[in-house]
């Protein structure tokens, strides 16, 4: 196995060893290249203690010290060198209580979570891989290095990590490593919100965002999102559905592109379903008000996850607006660009069209006109450049004061009703026409 290596990166390990020690490749740049993908960046460990590589690299950043790890700075790219190490007892679920320095390659790779993570790379010596990553990369399964529960332990953040990196390559999750995560799910409580994030972000942008099922199968989303176990179990007996709600969302995530926001609203855009089910005397389930829950949840959880507002709001919108019904013509479509956002417009057709793909057979004939109409309205109003909000109005505030109408509630009034006027009429967004209109003959 031959890995090409950047060139700095072999100026670092080739520095290392002229001055008596080891050094390697290790972890996640190792797996990526064996796979064929290009690594995000590149870990070197190291035989050396902290010190040593601080006296060999004239310049350095201490990373963190307390944890063996310099940073080594090579022209305008950083790499992160970190020394051998035996980590003690965990006592929070995420940082050992003390580190211990070692001088043993096999003894630091131990530590490491997963065997696909575990493997080490030098030109010298070629791929050390102790653990059998590559043997699991063959099998296309997640296992960790060594005792599952120790490692979990050692790292909540992991079980959830476990899901996501099956997610991103397209793997299963070895069983023994899968029963410590059912055991041990309760304790990513212990985990920060802003990790958990992280993880699911990727989880639901990779090529196989169901593995948020096994999420729900394992018991970890019950720490973090609760709302969507419930979804899973809650059924659909509705001629326009052949899934469960949770089900469903799972395929409307799959049927969405990989796009973080787009992925979180396909996410969200059922959540309030099991709150809002009704059942009528034929036996049929209804939603009725879902979309304006689900948004409302939506908003929720994703402040309680750390989200930024940008997203939350993108998203609160989408999931708001996923169900709407409009009727064919350009005048509706105006109206609801107008209502929904021209920030948000074109993906809520993406939205629309995931979401009637997850559904079953029943009128999808009907449900694929609707959808061309609209998207026709729509592109026919772009193309025009007609207008549909106050930014692309002929006339300002400012136009309206040079009038003579003084400042205050009554020129955003008459905005309104000019915006109105044009949503209307399009052909008449003209400044003299609705300065006339408007203005001049109502002084």
């Not at 100026?11 to 996640?28: F, P, S, T």
């Not at 993406?350 to 057979?361: C, F, P, T």
């Not at 909000?389 to 400042?407: E, F, Q, S, W, Y």
Request: hydrophobic share 35%.
């Amino acid at each position: 196995m031959k890995i090409e290596l950047p060139e700095n990166v072999k100026k670092i390990i080739d520095e290392l060893n002229a001055n008596g020690a080891e050094a390697y490749a290790v972890g996640g740049c190792v797996r990526d290249s064996i796979l064929g993908r290009i690594p995000n960046d590149w870990d070197i460990t190291t035989s050396a203690k902290p010190e040593e590589v601080k006296r060999i690299f004239r310049r350095t950043v201490d990373t963190g010290l307390k944890h063996g790890t310099v940073t080594v700075l090579m022209g305008k790219e950083s790499f992160e060198v970190t020394t051998y190490r035996i980590d003690g007892e965990y006592e929070d679920g995420r940082h050992p209580k003390n580190v211990e320095f070692t001088s043993n390659l096999k003894e630091d790779l131990l530590r490491r979570d997963f065997t696909i993570n575990a493997m080490a790379y030098n030109e010298t010596e070629g791929l050390v891989d102790i653990f059998g990553g590559m043997d699991d990369i063959e099998k296309k399964v997640i296992r960790c290095v060594g005792n599952p529960e120790e490692r979990f332990t050692e790292d909540a953040l992991r079980l959830l990590r476990a899901i996501r990196f099956a997610a991103q390559l397209g793997y299963t999750i070895e069983d023994k490593t899968y029963e410590a995560i059912v055991k041990l799910a309760p304790s990513l409580k212990k985990i920060s919100a802003e990790r958990i994030q992280a993880e699911l972000n990727k989880t639901l942008v990779s090529d196989n965002p169901a593995m948020l099922k096994t999420a729900y199968e394992t018991g970890l989303t019950a720490q973090f999102i609760p709302e969507l176990d419930i979804c899973f179990k809650t059924e659909q007996n509705n001629p326009h559905h052949c899934y469960s709600v949770g089900d469903h969302i799972i395929k409307t995530i799959e049927n969405i592109e990989k796009d973080k926001t787009l992925r979180l609203a396909m996410l969200f855009h059922d959540m309030a379903k099991p709150l809002c089910k009704t059942t009528d005397e034929d036996g049929i389930d209804h939603f009725h008000g879902h979309p304006v829950k689900s948004a409302e949840m939506s908003g929720e959880i994703l402040r309680r996850l750390k989200y930024d507002n940008d997203t939350i709001d993108k998203v609160f919108k989408l999931v708001k607006y996923h169900d709407i019904r409009l009727e064919k013509g350009e005048k509706t479509m105006r109206r609801a660009m107008n209502n929904i956002g021209t920030d948000v417009f074109p993906d809520i057709f993406k939205v629309w069209k995931a979401d009637y793909e997850a559904q079953s057979d029943y009128q999808r004939a009907e449900k694929v006109k609707r959808f061309e109409d609209n998207l026709a309205d729509y592109e026919s109003i772009i193309a025009k450049n007609e207008c549909v909000c106050l930014k692309d109005l002929a006339v300002t505030g400012r136009d309206i004061i040079d009038l003579g109408i003084n400042p205050g509630p009554k020129i955003g009034d008459i905005l309104k009703e000019m915006l109105d006027e044009v949503i209307e009429n399009p052909e008449n967004n003209r400044k003299d026409y609705l300065l006339d209109k408007f203005v001049r003959e109502n002084r």
